[in-house]
């Protein structure tokens, strides 16, 4: 794709710049929407002008692209996603909504064909309920087509695995091997192992699996790639890379495969942060910046994981446990800023935010600091934190997705009182802090579409509940495309050169099927990319092969 469109701009060599015009094109900037008609870039890829229909006279020069009257927006950045989990999932066998046990098998063998160099052959999706003889499949459906190689497939909930006689003996798992606690290996009528391991007996495989190689990341990034391009993104901050993972996008950001902007935060402040020493930033053609450090205050709400200040309204023995002390959060924090690094730390809980802020607070000395810290999730916060925010200048990093997939599962946990500030967008924004969107992909879907749509409308995506979840805590759509674009930039020290349509950034933009300020709100969702250009380079058009 690439090379034919350098092909394709060398046989137009003449032209200095392109002019994209009859459009309907909106971006966000420091002081609101602003809406044109004509944009015009360099050859470097860099925004010239923006305009009406008479800012053509000015290039005429120009390869001339007529929009079509199509709607135009800034390229789409998800703040906060995990791309090498994005890759693995689209990479590996998908077995969701097999009709029959013969589906599954017949997919098996032809992922396997398909794959010859896969040292071991993994997939999910599987579901015996919906095939006709309801009973778990066996390790022996799989040896038939597959029994050279270890293959784990994953049911379709997480909570069991199926395994052949390959990967059976490369975890020792035979008739004598005892059920772990929490777990169960299923046997047969003999006592034999049938090849399905339940809850903790998944773990007696798990640890046999390497660990990804280069070649795997590579070949999950390039994956994440193009699906996240087809979907309006151009920008994505990986929130949490180990080195390997880093130097894998360095290498691939050397060679020129790498279309999305990535901003990646390397996973705690020891060994990957020694590794690479000191950020890096507008790293190939910029491409790639790694330029932060994400830590952990706590853990989930659903799995009660987050640490709460008072106990769960649906555990009353039990607050969560935060990960790490204050002090301990506070001396990451200071050890990542002294090297130059921006934190972004995942907080999930109240008592998670405020000690998040609280170590912020002591390595910022009570200040705003230029590295412009982060929390991530930012998910339930005491009201009295939340103006806290703003005063140390930390970005709240959040997922609007999230409110919607998780609106009655959090009332449970925390209580009526406690949601009143959970999920708080409206809040956060009015009392002065940077909200940046994301979607958390792929704990969610990745579809920017559905974030900007969970953030306008607070519903599901089947139109749930009426009116919205805390409809007061929406975001208007132009907050909403703020929150995906030029605060996105600007939670990753980038509205210098991206965010937003103007003069001197790249031309990172999108054509989409409606025009996203005049569709009906439930439409948001179903908002189709036509074309994602990045650097004013085409890198996606719909219905064209990559
Ligand atoms: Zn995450």
Redesign the pocket.
């Known amino acids: 794709m690439r090379i034919l469109i350098l092909m394709l701009l060398a046989g137009s060599a003449l032209a200095a710049e392109t002019a994209i015009h009859n459009v309907t094109a909106y971006t966000s900037t420091a002081t609101g929407i602003q809406e044109f008609t004509v944009l015009v870039f360099a050859d470097d890829g860099k925004i010239l002008a923006t305009g009406d229909e008479s800012l053509l006279a000015e290039y005429p020069q120009a390869l001339r692209i007529d929009g079509n009257g199509r709607a135009l927006l800034p390229g789409l950045t998800d703040a906060?996603?995990?791309v090498y989990g994005l890759g693995f999932l689209e990479a590996s066998l998908n077995l969701a909504g097999t009709p029959e046990l013969a589906d599954a098998v017949r997919q098996i063998s032809e992922y396997s064909i398909a794959n010859p160099l896969l040292k071991w052959i993994q997939g999910r999706g599987w579901n015996q309920v919906l095939w006709a003889v309801k009973e778990f499949p066996r390790a022996a459906d799989i040896d038939a087509v597959v029994s050279d190689r270890p293959v784990w497939l994953r049911r379709i909930d997480g909570h069991a695995g199926w395994a052949n006689t390959a990967a059976l003996e490369i975890a020792g798992i035979d008739g004598d091997t005892p059920d772990p606690i929490g777990g169960k290996i299923v046997r047969d009528t003999s006592g034999k192992a049938t090849g399905i391991l339940v809850d903790k007996a998944k773990d007696l495989m798990t640890v046999h699996i390497p660990t990804p190689d280069k070649d795997d990341i590579r070949r999950a990034y390039l994956l994440a790639n193009d699906y996240l391009i087809s979907l309006g993104m151009t920008g994505v901050h990986d929130?949490?890379i180990n080195i390997r993972e880093a130097e894998v996008y360095m290498s691939m950001a050397d060679d020129g495969e790498l279309d999305l902007r990535i901003y990646a935060m390397l996973r705690d402040a020891g060994e990957n942060l020694d590794g690479l020493g000191k950020p890096i930033r507008e790293y190939g053609l910029d491409r790639l910046d790694i330029a932060a450090v994400k830590l952990f205050a706590d853990g989930a709400l659903g799995s009660r994981g987050a640490a709460l200040i008072e106990a769960y309204a649906d555990d009353v023995e039990n607050r969560g446990q935060p990960f790490y002390t204050t002090d301990e959060l506070t001396r990451f924090t200071r050890k990542a800023n002294d090297m130059g690094f921006q934190v972004g730390i995942?907080a999930i809980g109240d008592l998670g935010n405020r000690m998040a802020l609280d170590a912020f607070d002591r390595v910022q000395g009570g200040e705003v600091s230029p590295l412009r810290n982060r929390i991530?999730h930012a998910q339930i916060i005491a009201l009295d934190d939340i103006p806290r925010f703003a005063e140390l200048g930390i970005i709240a990093s959040m997922q609007p997705t999230h409110a919607t997939s998780d609106m009655n599962m959090a009332e449970d946990r925390i209580g009526p009182e406690r949601i009143k500030s959970g999920y708080a967008w409206r809040r956060l924004l009015d009392s002065g802090a940077v909200l940046a969107s994301g979607s958390?992909f792929p704990?969610e879907l990745a579809s920017p579409w559905h974030g900007l749509y969970a953030a306008v409308t607070r519903q599901n995506r089947n139109g749930q509940p009426d009116g919205g979840w805390y409809a007061d805590q929406a975001l208007t759509r132009a907050e909403a495309l703020h929150s995906f674009t030029l605060a996105a930039a600007y939670a990753a020290h980038q509205e210098g050169r991206l965010g937003s349509l103007e003069a001197g950034k790249w031309a990172d933009f999108i054509i989409i099927d409606r025009n996203y300020f005049e569709v009906p709100a439930d439409e948001i969702d179903d908002i189709q990319v036509l074309e994602t250009w990045i650097g004013g380079e085409r890198v996606f058009k719909a219905g064209e092969a990559q």
């Open positions: 906060h996603a995990h929130a949490g995942h991530e958390d704990v």
